[in-house]
Structures are given as C-alpha cells and as structure tokens.
C-alpha cells in the first residue's frame, strides 16, 4: 500500500493528538516533526519514534516526499508554516482558526491557487457523527426550511488562563460559527453580540452573538469558560436546529462516559479525540482520514470549505467589534 508522508509543526497538546491520530492510519507515516521547543522535538522522537524532528519549520519542508502538513502552531502563527508549506509543493491543513487576523486567510489562499495545492481548515466537528447527522437531516429536507440555530460551548476555567491569549470568538466560538454556516448554506448579513470582559483580558469569558443570515435563518452562538475545575472534566455543549417540519437536538453532557471515581467525577469525551488502549476513535482521526485521502489521490477536499473558514473570520470580526462597541455590526 502506498502511504502517506506527513510532517507535523506544532507539537503542543493538540500537535500530539494530530501525531497519536496519525500513526493509528495505515496508510499514512509520520515523517517528520517541527517544534521550536527542544522538550517537545524530544517527546516525538523518544516517545514516538518519528525519525526527523526540526526545530525551524523551513528545514522540514525541504524534505521532498512530505505530501500533506498539519499547522498546529498557536492560533496567532499560522500564516508562515502554511506559506511555506503550500511554497514548498506540500498539501496542509491549517487548525482553527485558519487565522486571527482576515487578510492571512487571502495570503493562503492566493498561495494555494499559485502552487496547485489544497489548503483546509481543521474544522473536525464536520467528521463529528453527531453534527454531521443534523446537516444530512437539513440537506435531505427531513426538518424542512430551517428557521433557528442554537449552539452552546462550555470549557473549564482552568483552560481560559491558557486560552485567552486568543479572543473566544476564535478560540472557541469558531467550531460553532462554521457549523452554522455549513448548516445554513448562507452567508451573514447581520450580527449583534455582547460578552463578560474579566479584568486586564481582551477576550470574555461568557461569549453571545446573534447571527441573521441572508436567508432567514437566524443563529445564537454561545461560548463559556465558566465550568468549575471542581466539577470534573466535563465537556457540555449542545445543539438544537428548529425547521418547519422537525426540530434536531443533542447535549453533549449525556454523551460521554461517566466515571465517579476515587479523584472525583470524570466525562471521557469519546467523540473528538480518545485513546482507547492502543487505538485512537473520534473526530479527529475521521478528518485526517479524509484529508490523508484526498492527499494520496489528488482530490480536492470539498468536507471542509476554506471559503467558508473564511467567512467564518469575516463574521467573528463583526463579533469582536458588537461585543467591544455593545452595537449591531452588518457585514
Ligand atoms: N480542533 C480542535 O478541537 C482544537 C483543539 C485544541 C487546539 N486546537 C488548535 O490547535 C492549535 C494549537 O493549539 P494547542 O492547544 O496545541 O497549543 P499549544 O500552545 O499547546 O501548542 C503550540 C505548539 O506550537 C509550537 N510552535 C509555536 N510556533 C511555532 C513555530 N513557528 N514553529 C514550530 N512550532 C511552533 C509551540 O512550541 C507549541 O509546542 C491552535 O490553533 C488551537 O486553536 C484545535
């Protein structure tokens, strides 16, 4: 079978799961590594075994057989390893946000269009089974013309000392702003948002934004870090699209494992990323899958919309300033 080479920049907590999803695909090889901390170049040698690891990202794009890159970097630097991946002849997938700032994403774009690759955004809940039901339901006609969307994300606080070095719109908000755009299959017209601002912080930390769409359909997105560490990891997000002939729901609270255990209460998230001894199940692996794919045959990846990423980024702008100003933003 042929396979694969992948080469992977950032190896940071979601990096590794990217590496661990990887290595669990038969017909892909990890073949190289970019980190510019030593620690973690070591982890994906020692642990792993991944024969190259760089520090500088611009080494590991000379190795010619490299067919698809993963950008793991923080959110802020993703631009310059996907330049020099797509300059390079290398397929990538870009995490999310694609970008914090609009005019990068044309900079990829502009690249890929110049260098006859793909360039996809990391939106893994698209392989999610759960969401990805609700958009067969919409596009298969069974919950009619779809008039509502509602989203919630809630995340521990612990994880906002680390993530508000990014806004939440980006941060976290983003996963739920692509679903809506996938569901709706329309652009956004009109947004009106508003958020809590801890001290000295950009970011909030409680997140709403009301979406109108060019079509009708009118979205609220909702994103938190307020979940007490106390409480036990536990993700509880939830999604309800109301159409004209049926209404689809989920929680994701209900859909874990739960463990009451001698440390406290535990929710193993068993849909986007999960050891399960030696095998790896969820959302992520379903993506690189998929993109894997596309790269070892020369398809373009049509799941994942990099126009829509985009447009993803055009409305989180318009969020960021509704929340800052307290006023309505049209796009
Ligand atoms: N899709 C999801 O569900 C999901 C989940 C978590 C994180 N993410 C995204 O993944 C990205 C990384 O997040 P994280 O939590 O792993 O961050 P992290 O801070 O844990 O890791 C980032 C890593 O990138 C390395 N790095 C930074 N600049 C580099 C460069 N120029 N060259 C090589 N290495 C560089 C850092 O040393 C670090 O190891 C972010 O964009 C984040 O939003 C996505």
Known sequence: ?????????????????????YRDLPFVEVVAVSDI??????????????????????????????GLVSVVTFEQQHLEPVLLALSAGKNVLVEKPVATRL????????????????????????????????????????????????MKRSRESSLFRTYR?????????????????????????RVYATGRFPKNTESPDVLWAQLTFENGIIAVLHA????????????????????????????????????WGTGGRRTSDLSVHHNLGNRVIGALKEELSYVSLCALTGTTPDVLSFDDAVHGLEVAEAIVISAKEGRVVDL
């Open 165 to 189: 070095r990014t806004h939440t719109v980006h941060e976290l908000m983003i996963h739920d702003l692509d679903q809506a755009i996938w569901y709706a299959g329309s652009r956004v017209k």
């Open 1 to 21: 079978m042929e396979r694969l080479k992948v080469g992977i920049v950032g190896l940071g907590s979601w990096g590794l799961s990217h590496l661990e999803a």
């Open 103 to 150: 005019e990068e994403t044309r900079a990829m774009q502009e690249a890929a269009r110049k260098y006859g690759k793909f360039v996809v955004p990391g939106h893994l809940l698209r392989f999610e089974p759960k969401y990805a039901e609700i958009r067969r339901m919409i596009a298969e006609g069974e919950l009619g013309p779809v008039a509502s969307i509602y």
């Open 224 to 259: 938190n870090w307020m979940t007490p560490d106390e409480a036990g990891i536990a993700i509880n997000d939830c999604t309800e699209v109301i159409g004209e002939k049926g209404i689809a729901h989920f929680d994701t609270h209900a859909a874990g494992v739960q463990l």
């Open 37 to 66: 901390r030593p620690e973690r170049r070591q982890l994906a040698q020692e642990r792993y075994g991944i024969p190259h690891a760089f520090e500088d990202a611009e080494s590991m794009m000379k190795m010619p057989d490299i």
